[in-house]
T-cell receptor, first 111, second 114 residues
Framework: EDQVTQSPEALRLQEGESSSLNCSYT??????LFWYRQDPGKGPEFLFT???AGEEKEKERLKATLTKKESFLHITAPKPEDSATYLC????????????FGSGTRLQVQP | GAGVSQSPRYKVTKRGQDVALRCDPI?????LYWYRQALGQGPEFLTY????????KSGLPNDRFSAERPEGSISTLTIQRTEQRDSAMYRC????????????FGAGSRLTVL
């Protein structure tokens, strides 16, 4: 069974204080690993897809990286508007085509 | 439509009643997914469709849950004989092609079973 574990559950940062969120996964044949952002009261919003170990993707203050067992979402010099829950998900190469999500990391960036 | 639309946004029902939750995906999107999300948790897969065909219903918790997408557009998730444990946010998502990795989620339907 596919498993996605995110840590920490919650993270509080000061504005400008860089950090990383972790996503550990177990999946039979990884098709892709995905990062989504979810604001309170809204549905998840797509950020990145990573397909193979060593791949990196960047968007503004966010950079996602992938190894064979985990992914990191690095947040550089965060701003209060980066506050949200960040969800990691995996998709199999075969079998179920739907995404399996982790529980998320709730990030709060204080000014 | 411009986004994925779900209705009702909020539904309060008594235990034992049936409920129907509706999802109107982005126009032209082929795949439609239903997820359930408990507070503080990530979305949990329920079922998905490509066009009108239900491809995978392995995530449906039991036979009280069913879903349909008869014309390959709007979908309905039906829960029969609701129980308190069914209370959750039910989210619909769609993607523009089969197997696409980018899902666009709706705002969800919050179900409360008293």
């Amino acid at each position: 069974e596919d498993q996605v574990t995110q840590s920490p559950e919650a993270l509080r940062l000061q504005e400008g204080e860089s950090s990383s969120l972790n996503c550990s996964y177990t999946v039979s044949g990884l098709r892709g690993l995905f990062w989504y952002r979810q604001d309170p009261g809204k549905g998840p919003e797509f950020l990145f897809t990573l397909y193979s170990a060593g791949e990196e993707k960047e968007k503004e203050r966010l950079k996602a990286t992938l190894t064979k067992k985990e992914s990191f979402l690095h947040i550089t010099a965060p701003k209060p508007e980066d506050s949200a829950t960040y969800l990691c998900a995996v998709k199999r190469a075969t079998g179920r085509r739907a995404l399996t999500f982790g529980s998320g990391t709730r990030l709060q960036v204080q000014p | 439509g411009a986004g994925v639309s779900q209705s009702p946004r909020y539904k309060v029902t008594k235990r034992g009643q049936d409920v129907a939750l509706r999802c109107d995906p982005i126009s032209g999107h082929v795949s439609l997914y239903w997820y359930r999300q408990a507070l503080g948790q990530g979305p949990e897969f329920l079922t998905y469709f490509n066009y009108e065909a239900q491809q995978d219903k392995s995530g449906l918790p039991n036979d009280r849950f069913s879903a349909e997408r008869p014309e390959g557009s709007i979908s309905t998730l039906t829960i029969q004989r609701t129980e308190q444990r069914d209370s959750a946010m039910y989210r619909c998502a769609s993607s523009f092609e089969e197997g696409a990795n980018v899902l666009t989620f709706g705002a969800g339907s919050r179900l409360t079973v008293l």
